[in-house]
């Protein structure tokens, strides 16, 4: 039977929260039972809460009856402890907890709650696999190091209210039910009852309502929002997630990449306790593309691609030259240290080529003065010693090369960089390296379907010097548009919106709506437009992916108190779940097709 608190039962701290300075203070902890250590006329009890680990002492001579109590105490049993905080004395410090140094003797022990043996040791790094965590989560955020990643998470939050309230911006809530979202990912669409047959959606970002709040005049908003998108899930993507979302009147691209600057400032210092220089490096879309070969470019290691193809289009090897002459290229890639990489290895390198379109992966090593190619047989002495001067080999090196299409050579090589600077041990976590990415196209075309859509959305401001290309040339305009990206990871993105109802109408053309299709889906943001919008842009931030990284982690879930697992399930509450007969008919839906069939 559990015992109830009284009011004489105030707890004076958390446990981690003790320190010397607290030696002779009379002190109530409460919390779970980490292990019990019994040496005969000694007990001692690790006590844990959200804040740490602190060690109870029971004497059977001092105090029998908390030692009669402590003696039946097995993990995870939650305890009342009341006694004097005292030093453990200098050969019995533990060092490995901030609390090592002193201990607690107890004078009254209460146990609050018996446990059950659990289902896995609540232990740091736990080495349990994932399901089962998922399954008992609960239990799981016990773990300590789980544990400082939530409450991290919170503290980053609170920091973010700080900046941007002391920005002079307001946090205004938007909706979670809401219309459906053309041109995006996904939607989770909700059944109404009142309106059968007709359906909310839950909002994949409150795009649309912050741009109505900017014509509402309310200037700069933020809100750390809800969002949701039913889409594959991977180490950085979950179906409901978080934004640190802001928009802003009266601004260019410069005040929103200024403001947004200070915050991470901000947040570095305050969390890290790190200095960011600003203003931060930028590199425009082009660039990153051909230096890095993506728009999210890792910068804390080197191996940029460079383009060959003037050399390699000329050589007898027609895997080169007939690529370059049907209007592709050939770069390649040097990876210093990766000439000691087994032919296996770099076989696989080949192999993950493909799978990002390409059809191959040529390359060129030396280790410790011995050279192998898959290639150089094909050329001529001086075509392979122009190709290597120009990629500047040395001993050690290992050179990668990929010939087809800009767009598949682009991903291939820019994933075998990143493939390659992982397997030589080059990504330090705790490293910081920001930069901002801009001029991003303003369209992408698909190939499958035969049409331009929106690179970020269809509200991205063109850049006024390619507005006339809209109707002629969509491939090479150029958006107001930015991004910021940390260690090869976009954590946030933005853009300058439209303003002008016409430049708007022109977006929409291009994009295949017609002027009543897009009345129809965003009629009351055009119609909002009528009556005087401001210049307006705005910026968002992946919050769980920023706690991420910040934390030195991979893993999202990581971060998150209740996560999804890979597909999109929740093992502990077992959702999503069939709903009953009665629910379904009140909603007029009926299931044609269950997951088992």
């Not at 989770?188 to 109505?212: C, D, E, I, T």
């Not at 049907?326 to 493909?354: Q, T």
């Not at 969509?474 to 946030?492: F, K, L, P, Q, S």
Request: aromatic share 10%; with cysteine; hydrophobic share 35%.
């Amino acid at each position: 039977m559990a015992n109830l608190l009284t009011e004489n039962d105030k707890r004076t701290c958390r446990c981690g929260e003790l320190s010397e300075k607290d030696i002779g203070k009379n002190v109530t902890v409460m919390g779970w039972t980490q292990r019990q250590r019994d040496l005969g006329q000694l007990i001692f009890i690790d006590l844990r809460d959200r804040s740490g680990i602190i060690q109870l002492s029971f004497d059977k001579e001092t105090d029998a009856a908390s030692f009669e109590t402590a003696y039946g105490v097995r993990s995870e049993t939650v305890l009342m402890a009341k006694g004097v905080v005292r030093s453990r004395g200098e050969n019995a410090i533990n060092h490995k907890i901030p609390t090592g140094a002193i201990e607690i003797a107890v004078k009254e022990l209460t146990v609050l709650s018996r446990s059950e043996t659990p289902p896995f040791e609540i232990v740091e790094n736990s080495q349990v696999r994932p399901e089962l965590r998922m399954r008992y989560r609960y239990l799981d955020l016990r773990r300590p190091d789980l544990a400082r990643n939530i409450i991290a998470r919170s503290k980053i939050a609170q920091i973010t209210r700080e900046y941007y309230m002391g920005e002079g911006f307001l946090e205004i809530e938007t909706p979670n039910l809401i219309g459906p979202t053309p041109e995006g990912a996904r939607d989770y669409l909700v059944p109404s009852r009142v309106h059968p047959g007709k359906f909310y959606a839950l909002p994949q970002s409150p795009q649309l309502y912050k741009q109505l709040l900017m014509v509402s005049g309310f200037d700069r908003y933020f809100q750390l929002a809800r969002c949701f998108r039913d889409e594959d899930l991977r180490v950085d993507r979950q179906p409901e997630f978080t934004q640190i979302d802001t928009e802003y009147s009266f601004v260019t691209q410069e005040d929103v990449i200024a403001t947004t600057e200070g915050f991470l400032k901000k947040v570095w210092k305050e969390f890290r306790g790190e200095d960011i220089q600003l203003p931060l490096p930028r590199l425009t879309y082009a660039e990153a593309m051909e230096r890095y070969g993506s728009d999210k470019p890792d910068v804390r290691f080197g191996f940029e691609l460079k383009n060959i193809s003037d050399i390699a289009g000329k050589t007898s090897f027609k895997v080169f030259a007939g690529c370059v002459e049907n209007g592709g290229s050939v770069r390649a890639i040097n990876v210093k240290g990766g000439g000691s990489m087994p032919r296996k290895e770099i076989d696989g390198l080949g192999e993950m080529a493909k799978t990002y379109k390409a059809k191959g992966m040529a390359w060129y090593k030396m280790n410790k003065g011995e050279v192998s190619s898959s290639y150089a047989k094909f050329l001529t002495e001086e075509e392979n010693k122009a190709i290597l001067e120009r990629m500047e080999f040395e001993d050690g090196d290992l050179i990668c090369i990929v010939a087809d299409k800009d767009d598949t050579v682009f991903a291939a090589l820019g994933a075998l960089r990143c493939e390659c600077a992982k397997r030589l041990g080059l990504l330090d976590p705790m490293e910081t390296k920001l930069l901002w990415v801009t001029d991003f196209p303003l369209f992408e075309y698909s190939e499958e379907d035969g049409r331009y859509y929106a690179k970020h959305h269809p509200f991205t401001m063109p850049n006024p010097e390619d507005i006339d290309k809209l109707d002629t040339d969509r491939g090479n305009v150029r958006a107001i548009a930015y991004d910021i990206v940390m260690n090869g990871t976009e954590i946030g993105g933005g853009s300058i919106r439209i303003h002008d109802p016409e430049i708007q109408q022109r977006m929409f053309a291009a994009l295949g709506f017609t002027s009543e299709e897009a009345q129809a889906k965003f009629g009351f943001l055009l119609d909002a437009f009528k009556y005087g919008v401001p210049p307006h842009g705005g910026l968002a931030f992946g919050f769980d992916r920023l706690v991420t990284l910040l934390l030195g982690l991979e893993d999202i879930r990581d971060v998150i108190a209740f996560p999804k697992a890979q597909n999109a399930s929740e093992l502990m509450t077992k959702c999503p779940a069939a709903a009953d007969a009665k629910a379904l008919e009140e909603l007029s839906i009926a299931i044609t097709r269950t997951e088992e069939e």
